[in-house]
């Protein structure tokens, strides 16, 4: 039996020729969805796994598969649905899972055999014998797994390809911000892997440099941060020589022995969400851990920088809380913290959060022709009415933010602190000046975007979306 999973492309983020450059290994992140549903495949049935982000391939030329399972973040269910017409044309059943097809069911059941909604490790086994005896469901649920049924993911299947490895060590995220899908996909009990089956994970993956995928790395409460302290010493320990990067909230920087056994473990840099420079917004997007009292943002990223770790900071434009002049109010807070990159994204509803309860039931998706329209859903075009910006402005907000931060004496003088605290410079160089280059790029998407779908934000409820008084 020959299964084939699938990671569809999203054609309007560029799909990475790797012969053009070295560097594009740097652009193209491993499907680790389809890695562990390998793993959770018995021997019996072959598993190949395509991932169209490094080049479509002619499905029609490869040999017929018995099944085919697709995965797809919202953005992506597009190109999801012409992969699965394919197939099926063929008569080859197609089964979907992960968080769009879990977030938008009835649209998905609509264009595939099967759906498989929630995490997989609980159904997956009953899904293949089901195909396998002919007799296949239309709608499995796995709901949240027993964090102790998560197998090694396949790290031997995909080409050799991609500069980071990934592995999963927690899921769930006891915050719940409004924008994010976690909590709703992946529950709000933090659920932490065995600490060994972690490490063996680790000593299997072929790359040297890792993406820990975790949304939340480290947790929020003690216990949350002392599993973090165990499984850090336990990899310094395990002597892996393995590097990695993840995603941590701030309270991270609240605790010097964390910080170091995570330097001492391989963190060479953490991904965190400060989401916006002002309380008002941070109240409106729920995002608490970043409101505590007394907590000091440049003094935070000082701290982790010591231990050799950089710090690429996460914002977002368009909250009902932001007036023009955001993006360069977010660009002179970002420079005060000190993070070596930023990366900007449009507030964007996604199915499945309170923020798209709130936006779709206030008339704001602005690009809703579904499931077309799913493709402009990577946080980088402004899908919405945003409450005192137009779509003009907050284009100008992005762009402003970006150029900036990345202006070149700014660039300039980062470089200079990297040096000085021998951390990640040419790492943190070659990102700026990359992210800078797509300043360019990003200017042409937009045009493309305002004259394919710019009619749809005209007559806008939010006071005809004009621009309100700065503020
Ligand atoms: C790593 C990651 C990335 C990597 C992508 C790596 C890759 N190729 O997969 C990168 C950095 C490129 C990325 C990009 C984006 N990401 Co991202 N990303 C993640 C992250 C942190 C981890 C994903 C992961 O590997 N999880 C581990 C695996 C094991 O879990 P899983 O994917 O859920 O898979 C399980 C189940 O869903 C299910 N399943 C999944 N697929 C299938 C298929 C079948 C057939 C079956 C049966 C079951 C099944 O089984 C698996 C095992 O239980 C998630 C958050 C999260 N917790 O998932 C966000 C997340 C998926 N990303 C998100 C977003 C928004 C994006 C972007 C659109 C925007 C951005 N800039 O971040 C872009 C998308 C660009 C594009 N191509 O269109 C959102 C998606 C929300 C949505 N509705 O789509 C998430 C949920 C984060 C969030 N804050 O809400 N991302
Ligand atoms: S802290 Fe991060 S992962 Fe957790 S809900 Fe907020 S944005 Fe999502």
């Known amino acids: ?79 999801a649905y012409v992969v699965a017409a394919h197939f099926r044309r063929l008569g080859v059943p197609v089964v979907m899972g992960g968080i769009h097809a879990t977030m938008c069911l009835d649209e998905v059941s609509q264009r595939v055999d099967t759906v498989v909604t929630g995490e997989a490790e609980g159904i997956w086994p009953q899904v293949l014998e089901d195909a396998r005896q002919g007799r296949l469901q239309r709608r499995y649920d796995g709901g949240l797994a027993r964090i102790e049924e998560m197998r090694p993911a396949r790290h031997d299947l995909l080409q050799p390809r991609y500069a980071f490895g990934a592995i999963q060590t927690t899921r769930g995220c006891p915050l719940n911000c409004s924008f994010c ?25 072929p790359e040297k440099r890792i993406l820990v995928v975790d949304d939340n790395l480290v947790g929020t409460r003690a216990e949350h941060i002392a599993r973090a302290k165990a499984l850090f010493r336990a990899m310094a320990e395990a002597d892996l020589h393995k590097e990695w990067i993840g995603q941590v909230t701030i309270n991270f920087a609240d605790d010097e022995e964390l910080l170091e056994l995570a330097a001492k473990s391989g ?77 900007a994204l449009f507030l964007t509803p996604l199915p499945g959060t309170q923020l ?26 402004p899908v919405a009415r945003y409450r005192n910006l137009s779509l003009d402005q907050v284009i100008t907000e992005m762009d402003d933010c970006g150029r900036k931060f990345y202006s070149i004496p700014r660039i300039v003088r980062r470089a200079g602190a990297s040096l000085w605290q021998r951390r990640g410079l040419l790492i943190s160089l070659v990102a700026s000046l990359s992210y800078r280059n797509n300043l360019r790029v990003d200017r042409h998407a937009y045009e493309e975007f ?18 309100a008084a700065t503020g």
């Open 1 to 79: 039996m020959h299964l084939l999973l699938i990671n569809p492309s999203n054609p309007l983020v560029s799909i990475v020729n790797l012969g053009e450059s070295r560097w594009n290994r740097y652009r193209v992140w491993q499907p680790l969805s389809l890695m562990a549903l390998a793993g959770l495949t018995p021997q019996e049935w072959e598993v190949t796994i395509v991932d169209e982000n490094l080049g479509v391939p002619d499905y029609s030329a490869m040999p017929r598969p018995d099944l085919v399972g697709i995965t797809a973040f919202t953005s992506q269910a597009g190109r």
């Open 181 to 205: 899908s976690v909590t709703s996909f992946n529950g709000a009990t933090y659920r932490q892997r065995p600490i060994e089956d972690v490490i063996r994970e680790f000593q299997i993956t």
């Open 267 to 343: 963190c060479k840099g953490v991904f965190i969400g400060f989401e916006t420079p002002s309380p008002e917004g941070l109240r409106e997007l729920g995002k608490k851990i970043n409101l505590v009292k007394g907590r000091d943002f440049r003094a935070s990223v000082e701290r982790i920088h010591r231990y050799g770790m950089l710090v690429v900071g996460s914002f977002i434009i368009g909250l009902d809380a932001d007036r023009p002049g955001i993006g360069g109010r977010i660009a002179a807070a970002a420079t005060h913290y000190g993070v070596d990159n930023i990366n």
């Open 356 to 381: 798209w309860d709130k936006m779709a039931g206030e008339q704001r998706l602005a690009v809703d022709e579904f499931p077309q329209d799913w493709q402009y859903y990577t946080l980088t075009y």
């Open 450 to 467: 305002k004259r394919a779908r710019g009619s749809r934000y005209e007559g806008s409820s939010l006071a005809e979306n004009r621009p």
